[in-house]
């Protein structure tokens, strides 16, 4: 059974930078698409970026340009590097994976808090 797990999560100053990381455990670990969410207080949990297993990145409107996902398949890892954080980036970030086009996301981590303060 793969679990992921989050780690990387911090305070930071607004403008300043954080880098997430997502770790997938487990025997064998294959996916079609990995991906990182977020949920502020009293929010609802929402995309903000993906990776495919062929590389295709994709970003929602609000971290476009800022943020950037990669991943390490030899560690069996998926990065997220946060640059220019504003006060609204604030979150639980969460790693998610799909195995395939007709699954919905699945083994979700605990999460990673960060935090942007003025």
Known sequence: QVQLAESGGGSVQVGGSLRLSCA???????FYVMGWFRQAPGKEREFV???AASGHTSYSDYVKGR???????ARNTMYLQMNNLKPEDTAIYLCARRISSN????S???????????
């Open 103 to 106: 699954t919905d996301y699945g």
């Open 24 to 30: 997938a455990s487990g025997r064998t670990f294959s």
């Open 49 to 51: 970026a993906s990776i």
């Open 67 to 73: 943020f950037t996902v990669s991943r390490d398949i």
């Open 108 to 118: 979700w981590g605990q999460g990673t808090q960060v935090t942007v303060f003025p």
